[in-house]
């Protein structure tokens, strides 16, 4: 399957390779560096390359590529799952997935690569068990490690991968018994010039976060689970009970985890939080052009919209921008290209806007289509969608945990064509 | 020293660039460079004692490595620390080990024994661990031990153990192909493994080392089926994408009618309109009209086992793995009907939120989707849509798949849709756009105008690529119908003046040659024009020049023929051959000689020949020839490796090869019974008739075929227990036991002096004869099983009831218990069992036990009827302190056809085990359906989860043909609901068994007063109460009912309540005695509180469910 696995930066240095089976050199990797030239952007290198003797697979998270050489057929998706999870297990464990946190880390990266693979094929990729066999390092413990001369390798051997639940450990203690519940809804939409909906929907996540003692039971019911259109479960949600009753039992797994993520889709009216009066226009005399954004509230159910910010790909020929923004900042990005206007919050009564001129590159032809906004907001305590959790129930312990459910409402993909 | 030497050698090879030559004596480490200085280090701190320098070292060498620099160096003295205490030393000492042994394979030699030692160890864990480095060890030479040591650990105990052996089986083969044959041994071994654990990664090994062994499947294929949802995600692709091949060779194709009908329909009008004699046309018939006949004649019939596949893998599409949906997606789209294949695009559509690196994958299959089947897809057709942040490959890909998806319908949206992309500044996606158009417009006839349209606005656009590209695809529509826009080619014509880029070029001069006649006066000033800059072209473009004079000198000489010989001398001095020669060629063909004989008066033929209009194809068209979802339909190239899906087959294989096996739980066996209902089908359908559809046949409806297969013995032992029931209550009904005890008498008293006489000493002989042979049994075993010899004893005396004091408790419990009718043929048979074995031991005269057999379950059966009057005037007076009589459930272990004429069936007889008290007895009723005798019935090899126990029944030593024997067996479930596997072994044959009781069934009735009870309810409250409301069903609102209806589904008793809208129950766990209450509270309507206290959890929330079921329905 998985034969071996190069990590390698921005710049097309490869950092750290590990091989499950024979060494594969690192020549094979021209072929990726090949491609990479090739393309503009580095999110264009196709993620499924074919060589003489192998094909790479690679994905790009944060700056990184983690690049994995096959050898035989295996199903492409299967690869980049794995090395997504892999990417995960990286930020789950060092707070973040950058070169420089994983060089400093490189022993601990070089063993959780160990175990994730055996021969090729996933081995253990549940956090719960991997932090059984190699403890993430913390100051404290890297502290008294050095005092001590202790490991970060766990001396207990994992029992996590022997049982029916290998997403939990066994003995978790807590002196706060707490189960957090975060339901992030974003809006992905397309809205056209002027300002109808081409297309919205809304993606949910629920985020756990579980720090219980034993073996809870829990059972998470929602006052409104028809509302759900498409739905797909952290493993540890049994199934069944959603088919028949519609609620989420399961042994939740311990620490911070996605428990599941649902869709609610266009057939239903999708609630837009703000609407976009824009004008953005280039002459054809005269290298300039004018520029006019006006945000404003629209479906809000009374919360405000924090947060706002407004990104705009320009046109190569855009030189600078000259604007004046009523609130917030904007900046020009002259290399990328990007404008970036960082409003924060939006106030109804004197509503933000960013108007100016815009200087062209001179006997360049007027740009073609006006470049699209993309939007982000954020709306604290409110689910746009309506979800609503009715109830958490605990069984399998005896104790009182605290309870929580926050609502958070973000754009998704939300974007605005001029 | 040759450790030393070894090292030597090697360093010259693989140290890395610019290393001096260096000696080992650390002494002289001064005069070389610091890197090697650092190795010493290294060598000094890895030999020194303390754990802290040894970590550190190995630290920075595993360092080394994954930065991929050379260590090798260091082998010797990494390789010493391979036994070393400290775990995680060991660990990276593991890592270098596994990363260097394949280069330096005599050295790593060394540490083979450390983990062949580890290989022994008692912990589950340091096993596997030991097997997993040896197996990464590739080396040649330890080929033998590593086949030893699977071998092993493909029988260990543990289930990690045995994962890790089927993961070490891929290892062992890429390093030694020799080996298939015996690795293909230990996969099968490993496949009969019902641990959800193993099950994904042995498949994975049956991939990588025999996937052409479809074979070793047919047993399995149920028992994967039925795991799969509890497998690991990585196995579970494994799987599935394996069990879609599996199912291609095994089932016939759904579709089949369809797509024969679509085809025969096709065909119809060719056939049926030329001649109306039916007996000809059967003979004229194409091969495929035939079998559409034969369709026709008997519509398809999913198999059950196809249809298990299909349900068990649809709940996977809500996994969180993209892998895993993808998997199941590829699975329906595959091998579902094509009414079924909806389910799965829902499923992908989410998975368009995720990686940009998923959405490459998944649209690149939803593409090939799209053209197979459009409307799978059409509500999602928003989702779609393009935003100008993604990547280009993704764009180019959505477009793809929108214009699959376009239709009459929505082709105003789509269109609409594209007019915003050719805005776009990514001008290799409005390039694809412009291609979509084109395509959309020959496909659906009613925008084709419309589309063409658009094109030529675009064509005054500025950028030259769009302008190019629309040229390319306006060409390709106009030769769909040219007469119709000479318009389009005249203002095309005016576009050679500014537009540059040469395929745009080339291909309006090849429309304006091609449809010269559509434009008799543009054209030769074309001519005329690229003529002047003719030196000037590209290749391309020349090409065509030449092409476009041509047929104008073939239409219009009058005007052209100088023009054409001028550009042909050109041509005959350009710097390209291919240039050169297509202008001798042209000219030899076009003008007349006296050498160019016959041809040149076949040139305007060949020339204005009507050239068929390209078809615009999707590059997706045909890619589904490969299994979705693989690489090499990304690819749309065989990868190596890759396993052919194949076609359906034309006659489905005999599924009986999947019949091996008893299904894991009892739902399973409704299913089996299903499958032997249609099995049957296609025999007598061709006479009957088909009448449900297979859909029907999946619902739960079988009964008929279920008493059908019980063959009447279900139904006797059903009513069997229910007497029993009530017996158990009535400790008083002496007259029942006298009738038992003179049934007995007489049928007994024949052996009597034979079993009095080697009462004790055939037991242990027994027990030897048994020991020899069952060489597989659990060490407990042997003690279980004395006891159950003991037991039998005890039974089989209890007739000659005077005997020794402690006995006689025994037996008075028996008697309450034990002393059931259904049961007695089981004692008979033991008997006669046991006569037989003393017979054959002391060479007696064969005394006739199977004409004995049959008179006693025949009076049994009688006496059964009669029971069952008394126990339900039992149940009516007295229903406050007993449980009432309840019909109990049997279940099937064993079905007559799987058991090749051998059925079994067990109940919960609920009656206390008397030899053990913590297990729950099971009755189970054999019945021989065969020819022949069945000899030398018994269990072996029980594969129990940790805790539990089993005693086995006694071997039943014959079952004569056509009769039948009950026997108990005690199961010790630990409370839990695990199932008990054992092996049921005949004389010839060995079946797989397995036992799940229901929740219900793990307790034990309690006889407590009203004060008790609430006493103990109220230390159960809390997490411990479970409380569930519902609605009663119209027939079960009254006590009698509800009492009725608990007391079926679990072993409880009724405490007596002075409300008459209140029950109460209450029971203890058979294992661990916890006390398990039970409330029901009805109101008005029938609106109930059930209410469940118990200590475990787990069993209270399934009793709820339980109840709940059985109380609502």
């Not at chain 2, 659906?444 to 063409?452: A, K, N, P, S």
């Not at chain 2, 075929?705 to 229910?722: H, K, L, T």
Request: overall charge negative; aromatic content about 6%.
């Amino acid at each position: 399957m998985i034969h071996s696995l190069f990590l390698i930066n921005q710049s097309g240095d490869i950092f750290l390779e590990k091989h499950w089976k024979s060494v594969i050199g690192r020549s094979v990797c021209d072929y990726f560096f090949e491609a990479k030239e090739k393309a503009v952007d580095p999110e264009n290198v196709a993620p499924v390359l074919q060589t003489p003797h192998h094909y790479l697979i690679s994905i790009l998270r944060g700056k990184l590529f983690f690049l994995s050489v096959i050898q035989t057929e295996v199903p492409p998706l299967f690869v980049i799952e794995f090395l997504h999870r892999v990417a995960d297990t990286f930020q789950d464990y060092f707070g973040d997935c950058s070169e420089g946190v994983i060089k400093d880390n490189l022993v601990t990266v070089y063993e959780l690569l160990e175990e994730m693979l055996d021969n090729g094929f996933p081995l253990a990729t549940e956090s719960n068990v991997l932090k059984e066999m190699i403890r993430p390092p913390t100051i404290l413990r890297s502290v008294v490690n050095t005092l001590t001369g202790g490991s970060n390798v766990g001396d207990t051997l994992p029992t996590g991968q022997l049982s029916n639940i290998p997403w939990r450990r066994a003995g978790v203690k807590y002196t706060n018994n707490e189960a957090y519940f975060d339901v992030i809804e974003e809006i992905d939409a397309i809205l056209d010039k002027s300002g109808t909906t081409v297309c919205a929907e809304i993606q949910g996540v629920i985020e756990a976060c579980v720090r219980l003692t034993g073996m809870p039971d829990l059972t998470l019911s929602f006052m409104n689970p028809r509302l759900l259109d498409d739905v797909s479960f952290h493993p540890c949600v049994r199934f069944k009970r959603w088919e028949s009753e519609r609620v989420l039992s399961f042994i939740p797994p311990d620490g911070n985890f996605t428990l599941m993520t649902y869709h609610v889709s266009s057939q239903n009216l999708v609630a837009i939080p703000v609407y976009v009066k824009q004008n953005i226009s280039f002459f054809e005399t005269g290298p300039c052009g004018r520029l006019d954004i006006t945000i404003g509230p629209k479906q809000t159910m009374g919360k405000t919209v924090e947060g706002l910010m407004v990104t705009i790909h320009m046109p190569k020929a855009v030189l600078s921008a000259n604007l004046t923004a009523t609130q917030g900042n904007y900046s020009y990005d002259l290399a990328t290209k990007v404008l970036v206007w960082d409003i924060g919050k939006l106030n109804p009564q004197k509503l933000p806007n960013l108007r100016g001129s815009l200087s062209m590159q001179a006997g360049v032809p007027r740009p073609e289509e006006n470049p699209s906004l993309n939007i982000e907001l954020k709306i604290q305590q409110l689910a746009i969608s309506g979800l609503k959790v009715s109830r958490l129930d605990m069984y399998g312990e005896k104790y009182k945990p605290f309870k929580g459910v926050k609502y958070v409402t973000k754009a998704g993909k939300f974007q605005v064509r001029t | 020293m040759s450790v030393s030497s070894a090292f030597n050698d090697e360093k010259g090879g693989s140290s890395s660039v610019g290393e001096p030559e260096y000696g080992h004596d650390p002494a002289s480490g001064g005069i070389f460079s610091s890197d090697y200085k650092r190795h010493d280090d290294l060598k000094e701190m890895l030999d020194s004692n303390k754990d802290s320098l040894k970590l550190e070292a190995m630290k920075r060498i595993v360092a080394m490595i994954a930065r991929g620099k050379n260590a090798s160096d260091l082998f010797p003295a990494v390789v010493k620390n391979v036994a070393c205490k400290n775990i995680e030393v060991k660990k990276l000492v593991y890592v270098y080990l596994v990363r260097y042994a394949e280069e330096q394979q005599d050295l790593a030699l060394l540490s083979i024994s450390t983990f062949q030692r580890g290989l022994k160890d008692p912990n589950q864990l340091i096993r596997a661990s030991a097997l997993r480095v040896l197996s990464s060890i590739r080396v040649t030479i330890i080929v033998p031990i590593m086949m030893l040591a699977i071998k092993e650990a493909a029988s260990d105990m543990s289930p990690y153990v045995r994962k890790t052996a089927a993961h070490a089986i891929p290892k062992l083969y890429s390093l030694d192909p020799e080996q298939k044959d015996q690795l293909i041994e230990v996969i099968e071994k490993l496949l009969a493994d019902k641990t959800t654990l193993v099950a994904g990664s042995v498949v994975m090994a049956f991939e990588e080392v025999c996937p052409e062994r479809i074979d070793l499947i047919h047993k399995n294929y149920r028992k994967l089926c039925n795991l799969l949802i509890d497998v690991e995600e990585w196995g579970q692709v494994v799987i599935i994408n394996m069990l879609t091949r599996y199912a291609r060779t095994q089932f016939l194709n759904p579709n089949i009618n369809e797509s024969l009908l679509e085809e025969g329909s096709g065909g119809e009008k060719a056939f049926y309109g030329s001649d109306d004699d039916e007996d000809e046309d059967e003979e004229e018939k194409e091969k495929k009209a035939e079998a559409m006949a034969m369709a026709k004649r008997k519509p398809y019939v999913m198999d059950p086992d196809h249809r298990l596949l299909l349900r068990n893998t649809k709940p996977l599409l809500q996994s969180r793995n993209a892998a895993v949906v993808m998997a199941v997606a590829q699975l329906y789209f595959h091998l579902a009907p094509k009414a079924e294949v909806g389910v799965i695009a829902k499923a992908l559509v989410r998975l368009l939120r995720s990686h940009s690196e998923v959405q490459y994958v998944v649209l690149q299959n939803v593409a090939t989707m799209t053209i197979k089947r459009r409307g799978m897809f059409e509500p999602y057709l928003k989702s779609f849509y393009i935003r100008s942040t993604d990547p280009t490959q993704i764009k180019v890909l959505k477009l793809e798949v929108l214009t699959n998806l376009a239709n009459e319908t929505n082709i105003s949206t789509i269109l609409r849709e594209f007019q915003t992309y050719i805005k776009s500044m990514d001008k290799d996606f409005v390039a694809a756009t412009i291609q979509a158009i084109g395509r959309c417009a020959t496909n659906i006839g009613e925008v084709r105008d419309t589309c063409l349209n658009g094109l030529v606005q675009l064509l005054s656009n500025r950028d030259e690529l769009v302008v190019a590209e629309s040229v390319v695809v306006i060409k390709k529509l106009l030769q769909m119908q040219p007469e119709k826009h000479s318009d389009i080619i005249k203002h095309m014509a005016k576009l050679t003046d500014n537009i540059q880029v040469p395929m745009a070029r080339a291909s309006i001069l090849w429309l304006i040659g091609e449809y010269c006649e559509h434009v008799p006066k543009i054209a030769p000033d074309v001519l005329r024009k690229m003529a002047k800059s003719f030196t000037n072209e590209e290749d391309i473009v020349k090409l065509q020049i030449i092409n476009l004079a041509a047929k104008l000198y073939l239409t219009n000489s009058k005007q052209t023929k100088l023009l054409t010989q001028y550009v042909l001398n050109l041509a005959k001095y350009d710097q390209n051959y291919d240039i050169r020669d297509r202008a001798r060629f042209i000219r030899q063909l076009i003008v007349p000689t006296e050498k160019s004989g016959a041809l040149s008066k076949y040139a305007k033929k060949l020339f204005l020949a009507l050239k068929p209009a390209p078809v615009l194809e999707s590059p997706f068209k045909d890619r589904d020839h490969f299994q979705l979802g693989s690489l090499s339909h990304l690819l749309n190239a065989k990868a190596g490796g890759y396993q052919e899906l194949p076609d359906w087959p034309e006659a489905a294989p005999d599924p009986s090869v999947r019949n091996v096996e008893v299904p894991e739980w009892t739902k399973c066996s409704s299913r089996e019974k299903r499958r032997e209902k249609k099995v049957e089908k296609p025999f007598y359908s061709d006479s009957e008739g088909e009448s449900g559809p297979t859909e029907s046949a999946d619902s739960e409806s079988d009964s008929a075929s279920g008493s059908e297969s019980g063959s009447g013995s279900g139904e006797e032992s059903g009513s069997g227990s229910a007497s029993e029931e009530s017996e158990e209550g009535s400790d008083s009904e002496e007259e029942e036991e006298e009738m038992e005890k003179d049934n007995k008498k007489k049928t007994k008293i024949e052996f009597k002096k034979q079993v009095q006489e080697s009462e004790s000493e055939q037991s242990s002989e027994e027990e030897e004869r048994k020991h020899k042979r069952k060489s597989k049994l659990q060490k407990s075993d042997s003690e279980s099983e004395s006891d159950e010899e003991e037991e039998s004893e005890s039974e089989s005396s209890q007739s000659e009831s005077e005997e020794s004091e402690s006995e006689a408790e025994v037996k008075k419990k028996k008697k309450a218990g034990d002393s059931k009718p259904p049961s007695k043929p089981v004692k008979m048979e033991k008997e006669g069992r046991k006569e037989m074995s003393l017979l054959d031991l002391d060479d007696f005269e064969p005394t006739p036990s199977p004409q004995i057999t049959p008179v006693n379950t025949f009076r049994s059966s009688s006496l059964v009827t009669d029971l069952e009057g008394l126990s339900l005037s039992d149940s009516v007076l007295s229903p406050t302190t007993i449980a009432p009589s309840s019909t109990v459930k049997s279940y099937e272990l064993l079905h007559r056809i799987t058991g090749e004429g051998l059925s079994v069936e067990y109940c919960f007889s609920r009656q206390p085990f008397s030899s053990d008290a913590n297990m729950v007895a099971v009755q189970m009723q054999f019945t021989n359906n065969s020819t022949s005798e069945t000899k030398s019935l018994h269990m072996e090899d029980v594969k129990l989860q940790s805790g539990m126990r089993v005693k086995e029944f006694a071997e039943i030593e014959s079952l004569p043909a056509g009769e039948s024997a009950t026997a108990v067996m005690g199961i010790d479930f630990c409370d839990s609901t695990q199932a008990a596997n054992f092996q049921l072994c005949t004389h010839t044959r060995k079946f797989f068994v397995s036992i799940q009781p229901p929740v219900g069934e793990l307790m034990q009735p309690v006889f407590l007063t009203e004060n008790e009870f609430k006493k103990e309810q109220g230390q159960l409250m809390g997490m411990n109460e479970i409380t569930e409301k519902l609605t009663l069903d119209i027939k079960c609102r009254n006590e009698h009912a509800i009492v009725q209806r608990v007391t079926t589904t679990a072993n409880l008793s009724r405490v007596p309540c002075g409300s008459d809208k209140e029950c109460r129950f209450a029971g203890r766990t058979v294992t661990s005695g916890s006390l398990v209450l039970v409330t029901v509270v009805t109101k008005d309507e029938g609106a109930t509180q059930l209410t469940v206290n118990c200590e475990k959890m787990v069993i209270g929330t399934m009793l709820v469910k339980d109840i709940l079921l059985a109380l609502t329905q």
